[in-house]
DNA sequence: CGTGTTTGACCGGCGC
DNA sequence: GCGCCGGTCAAACACG
């Protein structure tokens, strides 16, 4: 957008023998605006006579050129302005269409598999316009996104309509916040009570997280043999932190560790990591819980999850559990980088970028698998296709041979899914 | 002796 | 109300 109106101001002032005066070298655009080199120009948003420039030019050059260049930098000012507000309403709409996802992900029936085509196609689309979340119709500054950057490289009339959106906006978007603050309260309560479980390999990384444990009770759990570790954090003083290790009696090799509360303490930089992927985990998944409980859904739902680690490890299918009592996220570490290929294409899935962050503002993203199935199901599911993998290397035909098996033959129907068998 | 682990007892929530 | 189960407590123990 920028560099299109830019490149403009470029051809006119280049133009030769229309509205240039040959003789005088300072007409060069780059000498007028100052800019490093190979940046475009910052005249974009706020060029409001493009079109006069020329005739501003005939006439004294040297009171022209001065007169430009004390214009040119107020505009200069204003552009700087209106970028600033631009990334604040480019944040701010992230923000609202990862409410509005949570929203519409905890909004779809239990039995969604029973959904219209038309709602699973909606499920598919990347991204939802603000305009969707606020539920108000066109003309609205809520497609301020959209309207502003078509209208911008209109015309200068157009580009005050921009600028007044921009504005209109910040403001519509400020009130949305408002509105959803009562639902953020909700939320940190349920950060406190939310657990994080993490399935890793016990040669992963994961395993050691950095912070010091003390051991308070071990206790076998009903329906796996291998006792269960009770840990609490002897970093800081009476931290609440707690986590429960326990190793998977089906695959001895794989740990399941599940942590929970948050570190009233600072965090050595080996342990934030984990301490970014559990938070970032919990940010991503207990919006959804929070408005599931407010709506008296008790869905779970799958996600691949781009997690703040380095590669390999950065990948994770997340299973989220909205129990009332406590809601737990557990991220799957164990499947091969190629399970979350074929995870990955096999929906398509959308990836938009995700504005929590963790301790550490690691950047991050989300992937989003559009189902809802029930936790127990979809690990059994991630069992049946980790190990036909392994097995076969026909990855693709082996995973749609899983997939049929509780979608009812179609692989593609992740929503019409029928009970696995527990042979797996 | 200080620190961490082990392990049986205890407690509270939940389902029947 | 009772029993089951997960989670926690705390005394005993191990180790440096």
Redesign the pocket.
């Known amino acids: 957008m920028e560099e299109k109106t830019s490149t403009k101001i470029f051809m006119e002032l280049d133009e030769p023998g229309k509205n240039r005066d040959s003789e005088n070298k300072t007409y060069e655009p780059s000498s007028l605006h100052n800019n490093t080199p190979g940046s475009p120009l910052l005249l974009s948003l706020s060029l409001n006579n493009t079109a006069q420039l020329p005739h501003q030019i005939q006439g004294n050059p040297q009171i022209q050129i001065g007169k430009l260049r004390v214009k040119l930098e107020e505009e200069k000012k204003e552009n700087e302005n209106l970028k600033v507000m631009l990334n604040l309403v480019n944040e701010r709409c992230i923000v609202l269409q990862n409410r509005l996802l949570l929203h519409r992900l905890s909004s779809l029936p239990q039995n969604n598999h029973n959904l219209p085509k038309e709602n699973i196609q909606d499920e598919k689309k990347p991204v939802f316009s603000t305009r969707q979340f606020l539920n108000i119709d066109e003309p609205s500054p809520s497609d301020c996104g959209k309207k502003e950057g078509v209208t911008l490289m209109e015309n200068n009339e157009n580009i005050k309509i921009g600028r007044n959106f921009a504005y209109e906006c910040i403001n519509n978007i400020h009130e949305g916040e408002i509105i959803s603050k009562k639902e953020d309260q909700a939320f940190e309560a349920e950060c406190r009570r939310a657990r994080v479980s993490i399935r890793a390999r016990s040669d992963f990384s994961l395993m050691v997280d950095g912070c010091?444990?003390?051991?308070?009770?071990?206790?076998t759990?009903?329906?796996n043999p291998c006792p269960?570790?009770?840990y609490?954090c002897?970093m800081g003083t009476s931290c609440p932190v707690?986590k429960?290790v326990q190793r998977c009696f089906k695959d001895e090799t794989v740990f399941i560790t599940t942590y929970e509360g948050n570190h009233n303490h600072q965090l050595p930089p080996s342990a934030k990591p984990i301490a970014n992927l559990t938070s970032s985990a919990l940010n991503t998944f207990l919006s959804n819980s929070t408005t599931n409980l407010q709506y008296g859904n008790n869905i779970s739902s799958t996600f691949l999850f781009s997690s703040p680690l380095s590669p390999p490890n950065s990948n994770a299918i997340a299973t989220f559990s909205p129990s009332p009592?406590c809601p737990t996220i557990t991220l799957d570490f164990t499947l091969p980088p190629s399970n979350y290929l074929q995870f990955k294409n096999h929906k398509q899935s959308s990836l938009f970028p995700f504005p929590f962050q963790g301790y550490n503002n690691y950047p991050q993203s989300f992937e989003v698998f559009p189902s809802m199935i029930d936790a127990e199901r979809k690990l059994a599911l991630v069992d049946v296709v980790s190990e036909a993998i392994e097995k076969d290397p026909s990855l693709k035909a082996t995973l749609f041979a899983a997939m049929s098996s509780f979608t009812n033959g179609d692989p593609l129907n992740i929503n019409n899914h029928s009970q696995p068998s527990k042979s797996g």
């Not at 010091?212 to 206790?219: A, V």
């Open positions: 010091q444990w003390r051991k308070y009770g071990q206790k759990a009903k329906g269960r570790a009770y609490r002897s707690r429960q009592t």
